[in-house]
C-alpha cells in the first residue's frame, strides 16, 4: 500500500515561490501516476501537476501551466511541486496522491476519484 506525506507549505507573497515535498513508500511497482491537488475552502479539489513514473510524462491544467513544476528524485522516492509566481488565488491545501500500479499510461485519467493513495496535505497561504 501506498503511503505518502507532503511537507512544504506555508506562507508566501503574491509574486513569490514554494516548493512542496511528497515522501511517498510501498510502491509494489513502477508504473504510477503521482499528482498533486488543492482545494480552496468552499472549492471543489482539483488537480494543478501530475507525473507519470515510468515515462516521466508531466499534465498540467491552463490554471497553473508555466508556473508549477512537478518533479521527483526516485533515489529519495520524493515528488516536488516546484511554484513559482504565486497568486492569492493559488492559496488551499494542498495534497499529493498517486494512482497505481496500473498497466499502461497511469495518468490518462487524472481526476481525484481516479487517485487512491492521499497524502495528509499542506497548507499554502498566498497574501496579496
Known amino acids: 500500500q501506498v503511503q505518502l506525506v507532503d511537507t512544504g507549505g506555508g506562507s508566501v507573497q503574491a509574486g513569490g515561490s514554494l516548493r512542496l515535498s511528497c515522501a511517498s513508500s510501498?510502491?509494489?511497482?513502477?508504473?504510477?501516476?503521482m499528482g498533486w491537488f488543492r482545494q480552496a475552502p468552499g472549492k471543489e479539489r482539483e488537480g494543478v501537476a501530475f507525473?507519470?513514473?515510468?515515462?516521466?510524462?508531466?499534465y498540467y491544467p491552463d490554471s497553473v501551466n508555466d508556473r508549477f513544476t512537478i518533479s521527483r528524485d526516485n533515489t529519495k522516492n520524493t515528488v516536488y511541486l516546484q511554484m513559482n509566481s504565486l497568486k492569492p488565488e493559488d492559496a488551499a491545501m494542498y495534497y499529493c496522491?498517486?494512482?497505481?500500479?496500473?498497466?499502461?499510461?497511469?495518468?490518462?485519467?487524472?481526476?481525484?476519484?481516479?487517485?487512491?493513495?492521499w497524502g495528509q496535505g499542506t497548507q499554502v497561504a498566498v497574501s496579496s
Open positions: 496522491a498517486a494512482r497505481g500500479p496500473l498497466v499502461g499510461n497511469a495518468c490518462r485519467r487524472r481526476s481525484e476519484a481516479d487517485f487512491s493513495a
Open positions: 507525473n507519470s513514473i515510468p515515462d516521466g510524462g508531466t
Open positions: 510501498g510502491y509494489t511497482s513502477r508504473n504510477y501516476c
